[in-house]
Every structure is written in structure tokens, then in C-alpha cells.
């Protein structure tokens, strides 16, 4: 069964910094499309980040290039979001998600491209 458990959320001011992790058990984790995914009140979840597990390919939507770094580490399992210079825009619910297929692709972004959800990590920056 497949298991995913974000942790690392919280509240900082504008320009800070956060690292959230995804604890993954029940599949082979060295073989997957792993995505970030968030959603603010009222909008739509939407793809932050995504990486290929089986060999490190990263994709990143065009709000956070340049300021989060999506990441893994295999003999944990876990895959991280790191998130520096934060924005008042990037305050959201982060979900991490294990996608369909043993690949990422043009599509990392579509939530239908994910089968598998994370309960969930609040992130709140203040400005």
C-alpha cells in the first residue's frame, strides 16, 4: 500500500525559506514520477514541481524556477522541496504525489497524472 507523509510546512515571512519532505513507503521509489503539488483557498491544486526518481530529471512550474529545488534521497525514500525566497503567492497547502507511470514527462504538472496523495502540508508566509 502506498504511503505518502509530507512534513516541513509552516509559517515565515516573505523572503524566508522552507524545506518540505515526502516520506514514500509501499512501491519502488527509486522508479517514479514524484510531484509537489499546492493548492490556496479557491483556486485549483496545480504542479509546483515534479522528478523522476529512476534518474534525477527535474521539471518546475515557471512561478517557482529559480527558487525551489525539488530533490530526492533513495536510501530514505524521501523526496524534499526545498523553497527559498518565498512569496506571499506561494502561501498553500503542498501535497506530494506518486504518478501513474515509471515516467515524468510534458504532463507532470496534471493532477490526473497522479494516482497516489500526500495528506498534506500547510505553508504560510506572511508578507
Known amino acids: 500500500q502506498v504511503q505518502l507523509v509530507e512534513s516541513g510546512g509552516g509559517s515565515v515571512q516573505a523572503g524566508g525559506s522552507l524545506r518540505l519532505s515526502c516520506a514514500a513507503s509501499?512501491?519502488?521509489?527509486?522508479?517514479?514520477?514524484m510531484g509537489w503539488f499546492r493548492q490556496a483557498p479557491g483556486k485549483e491544486r496545480e504542479g509546483v514541481a515534479a522528478?523522476?526518481?529512476?534518474?534525477?530529471?527535474?521539471y518546475y512550474a515557471d512561478s517557482v524556477k529559480g527558487r525551489f529545488t525539488i530533490s530526492q534521497d533513495n536510501a530514505k525514500k524521501t523526496v524534499y522541496l526545498e523553497m527559498n525566497n518565498l512569496k506571499s503567492e506561494d502561501s498553500a497547502m503542498y501535497y506530494c504525489?506518486?504518478?501513474?507511470?515509471?515516467?515524468?514527462?510534458?504532463?507532470?504538472?496534471?493532477?490526473?497524472?497522479?494516482?497516489?496523495w500526500g495528506q498534506g502540508t500547510q505553508v504560510t508566509v506572511s508578507s
Open positions: 504525489a506518486l504518478g501513474r507511470f515509471p515516467w515524468c514527462g510534458g504532463l507532470w504538472s496534471k493532477n490526473n497524472q497522479y494516482n497516489s
Open positions: 522528478i523522476y526518481t529512476g534518474g534525477g530529471t527535474t
Open positions: 509501499g512501491y519502488t521509489f527509486s522508479n517514479a514520477c
